[in-house]
Structures are given as C-alpha cells and as structure tokens.
C-alpha cells in the first residue's frame, strides 16, 4: 500500500514538474556529466522544455541525447569548467553569455538538480545587449562629434560669436577672440555694445537688430575702421539669442580694389590704342571693346553684347576666319587669321587679328583676349613691293638676255679670231684681255641673276657626290684668267685624298671662285694668296687667306651682306657690285656649312673659312692623270638664231671645229631647212620673234624624231629650263657657251 501511495506520489510529483517545466517562460535545458578517462569533460542533453525549442529554434529530438561538443564543435571551455564547478559543488552561478551557434546573447543561472547533473535557465537578452550597445554607441559617438565641433569650432579661421537677448557673449570661438582682442574669458558674459561702444550705430549694429527684430538670417558686409578689416557676415537668429559667423574679406576686397584699378588701366591704355582691342567670352560674345573698336564698326560699348560680329566678315573670308576663331575658343589656343570686314561706312577692309586664351585665377577658361589691325594699306604696299620685286626680277632676266646676245657674238667672234691671230704680242695680249673681261662680265651677269633668285628662294641645288679637291683644283686653273689676278703668288695645300661633300658641282665652283675672285681683288699685285682644303671632324673645310686691306672687326658680319661696300668714296681702289661674298653665304648654307671671316683689322689681310659637311666614304685616292680629251666628232649643225652676229659668230666656231654648219635667223626658215639639211644637231634660240623657239622645236621633234634639239639662249632661270625640256629640247645652254664645252658636247 505504501509502494502503490509512494509510485502515485511520485506520479503527481512528476506531473506537477513536467506542467511546471512545460509552462515556464524561461528556457530550461537539463543535462548530465560524462567523465571518461583520457577524454574531455562532456554534457549529455536530457531534457528541455518548450520555451528552450522555442528560443534555440531546434526541436527536442535533435537535442535530447546529444552531446554538447557534438552540437557545439567549437564549445567554450569556460563554460564547460563552469558546469563542472557547479556539478561538483551544488553551487548555482549566474552568468550572460554569448551563444555563436545561435548567435544570441542569453542570461543563464546554473545549478544542480541532481547529483551528477546541470541545468540552465537562461532568457533571450540579444535586443537589449544590442539596444544598450546602440545606446553606447550612440553616446560616444554624439561625445565625439562633439567634441569634434568644439575643435573645429575653435579651429576654424572663421570667427564665431554667439549673444543672448541682452547682447551678452554665450560663446566665442578662439578666432573671434584674436580678432576682438580679448580673451574668451573676458567676453563671455559681457555685453558686445559695453566693450565695444564704438560699433554702435554701424552697419553691424544694424544687422543685428534687423535679423533679430525681422527674426530672419541675415548676410551683410561691413568695415570696422578700428580693426582696419572688412567682415562679411552670416547672422542667425534664435529664441535664445543670435549666433554670427564672421569671414575675413579683407584680402578679397582689396583684390577687387586692385581688380577694379587694374580694369580701369586697362580700359585706359586700350582706348589710347590704334589698335582694334576686343575680349570675348567663352561663349564667343564680346565682353569688352575699346574706343577705337566702337569708332571702327560704330557701335556703342552696350551694344557690343549682341553685335552680329561674325556677319561683318567678308563672305570670301568668312570660312577661314570664322574657323580660326571658333577653333581657338574650341581648343582654348591662340588665335591668328587675316580677312576682310566691313567698316562702319561699308567699306571693307583687311585686318590682321591675334588672340590669346585667358582663364581665371583657378583655371577656368574664360575667353579671348585680342587685337586687330587695319593692314589694307600695309598689304596693298607688300603687293606694290611684289609686284616691283617682280618686274625687277623679269629686267633682270631681261637685261641678262640682251647682254648675253652681244657676249656671244664677242666670245665667239674673238675664239675666231684667235684661231687665225699669230700668238706674238700684241695681239696674243689684246685677246687675252677681252677673253678675260668678257668672262668677267658673264660672272657679274651671272651674279645679279643669283641675287635675285635667292631673294626669292628659288635657288634650286643639284646635288650630287661631288669631289671638292677637284672642285678647288678647277677654280684655281680658271683664275689664270681672272681680271684681277695680276701677278698673285697662289699657294695651295690640298689633301692627296678627294674629299667629298653631296652639293652641286656649279655652284661649289662658284663658292671657291668667288672667294678667290675676292682674295685677288683686295690685296696687291704680286702678294700670296694662301688657299687650303682638308677634312676635319666631318667636314670639309676650305680656307681662303690673303694678305690685303683686311676688315675692321665691327665689319665681319656685315661683309656677308648683298649690296655691301665696305668703301663707298669714289677714289676707292677696288670696284665691285658687293654681290659676291653674300652670294657665297647663301651657297654655303643651302649646301647646310657655314661661312665665318676673320681679320685683325685693316691692312692685315683677311681669312674665310668654310665648312662644308662630308659624304659617307669621302676619302679615295684622287686619280691625278689628265683626263683623256675625246676627238671632235664631225656633225651636221643647224643653226638657229634671230641675232645675226651671234648666229654668224657661232657659226664660225663650229667651222673651225670642223662640223658642217648651215645658218637660218627665224622658226620657220629652220623646219623648212632641216628638210633638205637633215642636221644631226640644231642649235637654236629660243626668244625669236614670229614662231618662237619652244614651237619651233615641238615642230621639229614631231618631224624628225631623233634629231638633238640644244637651247642656245639668253634666258636661264629654272622655269626657262623646265620649259625647253617640255618643250622638246634635249639640253639647255646659256648664251655665251663656252667653246671647249659645246665641241665636248657635240663629241658625245
């Protein structure tokens, strides 16, 4: 009976804790010790009640007979020492806990519900562990975007002031203390208008009021004549006061001062210009034109904003002056473009116009600045002065043709007449003479015709591998003849090796020629003229060295100038048209060398010295063997002439040369003659009247094939050249032509 009433009691006990356990809003995990010798302390789960299912999110079979470190691999040691603790010594702790596998925060109290187990109550407390964590969060972070304030507050440059209703200092930073002269704690407390009377009544004084009386921020700019400063001001009203932030604009206001001064300068100078001075904006608009502006195109400086300028642009410029502009404001460059524009009175006229970018102080783009110049008279007098330059330059060649039609009579006629003269004096003299002064007056003619061309940069160089030795060698054999060789002691230092530079064989003959020429002209008869060649770093470097009238060192440069005479009185001893050293110059640097003079002064003698780059491979042995003169083949000549003498003369020549000559003196009379003569060769000239010499070698070329057509003439530029090539002719010859070479021509 007493087992039965024990097993009932029992039952009710049980049922009385399970209704306990089951409606418990704590959660409640039961469990118990496991000790096994050489492995570590373990829990097995027993029992837990719902609010534990609940709170956990796990259910009753996936806990209740699993271990602690079977579910929680990562278990904290700590924990489990506490549950061992209380295990052994009945005593319950309390403690609050992290749980990472259910990643909440949990208040547990530990204790022993029977020998050789623990159990745990613990509630949920994760929204109040992270609600007090905002919290603390929330405080230090408002403590530190305080305490940030206040050291920007009392950093920042500007000044910072703040009044109650009585105009009573409640705050001041330390910027608005230095510039009030006071200390913070001086201010604070103390009335604005008490310790400083003298401010009542200003512009301050009255903003003041007015923001607090209208109760409405308020910005203002006021100068305080004690400080000497200029404030710009940010008022703030409140229920409690005021509160002002203050900026030192004393700077900026005096750069605007400055600005305005310098404007005002501007404007001044501008207006005082002949000059068209315009700015435009970045879009393009006129900002600000000067008088001479508002005079040109009569308009008014209100105006200017809307003008239409681009409409006064003359349609045939408009394109190309319009694109200029537009592209400079486009790529913020400079701008440059010449056009017509239509004046105030309707009358165009040509301007020149610059412009330059602008930007501001921080970079920013703002505009052109510019100016434009009336230039119609300017350009019609350049056209004048090109057009003059091009009738000198048609004389010129003019005159060079008339003078060579006379020369070749001569030359030819005195190489006739040579051929028959005894060589005895005075004859043999008499000849030598005229053969020397008419090579002469070919060299001068020769000469004018270069001036010109370089003046106009039409000097057109063949280059080619060409041996300066040899070069120097030809012009030194060539000066046996020359007028102003009388009795010169000549000496020469040339390499055993050729040295070559890529240049045009006519006109490196004309540099060492002209040097020498000069050389002869300025030093007495019978002194040395000293004439090197050597190659040196690269270069050839041809030395000329006399020891005439020397130049004054101040004069050096001048030489080298077209025109230049050194002495202009008329008893100078040495004549000249002052052509040949300037020529020499610009040969020298078309050739890429360089020319320098030296001289002590007068009466030392002078030295040129010229630099001339050399070819890859220059030096080779020179082949000092005269070279093989080939026989005169005899030839049928037609020649063409309408100047008789020179035709006549010519013809003579080539007679005594033995070839077959037959003479005609116009176009015509040479188709009809080459008929019945069939010539090998015609030599014809090319400024005939009737049919000129260009149609009279296309007519021939149509008929006879293959017959050689040479231009004997008195004009040759390089458009005459080009010409007779188009023309038909094979080679192109300048009156007076050389007799040795034409009969080594006609061999060929």
Excluded at 492 to 516: E, H, K, Y
């Amino acid at each position: 009976m007493d087992s039965i009433q024990a097993n009932e009691a029992s039952d009710i006990a049980d049922n009385h804790y399970r209704g306990l356990f089951a409606a418990m809003q704590e959660a409640l995990l039961v469990a118990e010790l496991i000790e096994r010798p050489g492995e570590p302390i373990d829990f097995r789960y027993i029992d837990l009640n719902p609010a534990a299912e609940r709170m956990l999110g796990v259910s009753r079979e996936q806990i209740v007979g699993r271990t602690a470190r079977a579910i929680i691999p990562n278990i904290q040691e700590e924990l489990v020492d506490l549950s061992l603790r209380v295990v052994r010594t009945g005593v319950a702790e309390r403690r609050e806990v992290f749980e990472p596998l259910f990643q909440q925060f949990h208040q547990s109290v530990y204790f022993r519900p029977a020998p050789g187990q623990i159990a745990v109550v613990f509630t949920d407390v994760t929204e109040r562990r992270r609600t007090e964590q905002a919290l603390t969060d929330a405080a230090a972070a408002l403590a530190e975007q305080r305490e940030r304030l206040e050291v920007l507050v009392s950093s920042i440059d500007d000044h910072l002031a703040s009044y109650d209703r009585e105009w009573r200092f409640t705050f001041v930073n330390a910027a608005a203390a230095r510039v009030l002269g006071r200390s913070r704690e001086e201010l604070l407390g103390r009335s604005i208008w008490e310790l400083f009377p003298g401010a009542i009544g200003n512009q301050y004084y009255r903003d003041l009021h007015t923001a607090v009386r209208e109760n409405r921020p308020l910005r203002s700019e006021h100068y305080y004549p004690p400080f000497g400063q200029w404030f710009d001001n940010h008022i703030y009203p409140s229920p409690a006061g005021v509160t002002v932030f203050a900026t030192d604009i004393t700077a900026r206001k005096k750069a605007e001062a400055a600005l305005r001064e310098s404007e005002e300068r501007f404007r001044v100078m501008a207006d005082a210009l002949e000059l068209i001075v315009w700015v435009h904006r970045a879009d393009g608009s006129h900002e600000f034109v000067n008088a001479r502006f508002q005079e040109f195109f009569g308009v008014t400086l209100d105006g200017i904003r809307d003008m239409p300028w681009r409409e006064l642009i003359h349609p045939d410029d408009h394109s190309g002056y319009v694109g200029a502009f537009e592209s400079a404001l486009a790529n913020r460059t400079a701008f440059h473009s010449v056009g017509r524009v239509r004046r105030a009175d309707g009358e165009w006229r040509w301007v020149e116009s610059w412009g330059r970018p602008r930007f501001s102080g921080n970079g920013e783009f703002t505009g052109l600045v510019g100016a434009s110049s009336d230039v119609t008279e300017r350009l019609a007098a350049d056209q004048a002065l090109r057009d003059a330059d091009q009738r000198k330059d048609e004389f010129l060649a003019t005159l060079a043709h008339e003078l060579r039609n006379p020369l070749a009579a001569i030359r030819s006629s005195l190489a006739v007449l040579r051929a028959d003269a005894p060589e005895a004096r005075p004859a043999a003299t008499a000849f030598s003479i005229v053969d020397r002064q008419v090579a002469h007056m070919i060299r001068q003619v020769d000469d004018l015709l270069d001036v010109s061309r370089i003046t106009r940069a039409a000097i057109d160089l063949r280059a080619e591998r060409t041996d300066l030795n040899q070069i120097v060698r030809q012009a030194i054999d060539a000066s046996e003849a020359a007028p102003d060789r009388i009795g010169h002691v000549l000496d020469v230092t040339m390499p055993a090796t050729a040295v070559f530079v890529d240049g045009d064989p006519t006109r490196l003959s004309q540099i060492v020629a002209n040097l020498l020429s000069n050389a002869f002209k300025f030093s007495d008869p019978r002194t040395e003229v000293r004439i090197t060649l050597q190659a040196e770093d690269g270069f050839a470097v041809l030395r000329v060295r006399d020891h005439g009238i020397g130049v004054p060192p101040t004069e050096l440069e001048r030489i080298f100038g077209m025109f230049t005479q050194l002495d202009t009185s008329l008893e100078r001893s040495k004549s000249g048209l002052g052509i040949g050293l300037g020529l020499v110059k610009a040969l020298v640097q078309r050739h890429g060398g360089t020319i320098v003079a030296r001289s002590d002064g007068p009466g030392t003698g002078s030295e040129f010295i010229v630099r001339l780059p050399l070819s890859a491979g220059h030096a080779q042995a020179v082949n000092s063997a005269a070279p093989d003169v080939a026989p005169v083949t005899s030839r049928r000549i037609l020649v063409v002439d309408d100047n008789h003498d020179s035709a006549d003369a010519l013809g003579l020549i080539l007679e005594l040369s033995g070839h077959t000559v037959c003479i005609v003196y116009d176009g015509m009379a040479a188709i009809d003659t080459a008929r019945t003569f069939a010539p090998d060769v015609v030599l014809l000239d090319v400024g005939m009247p009737g049919l000129n010499g260009y149609e009279t070698a296309r007519r021939l070329r149509e008929q006879y094939g293959t017959i050689r057509l040479v231009a004997v003439t008195g004009w040759g530029e390089d458009t005459d050249r080009r010409r007779s090539h188009e023309a038909g002719f094979d080679l192109h010859l300048v009156k007076p032509v050389d007799p040795e070479r034409l009969n080594a021509l006609l061999s060929q």
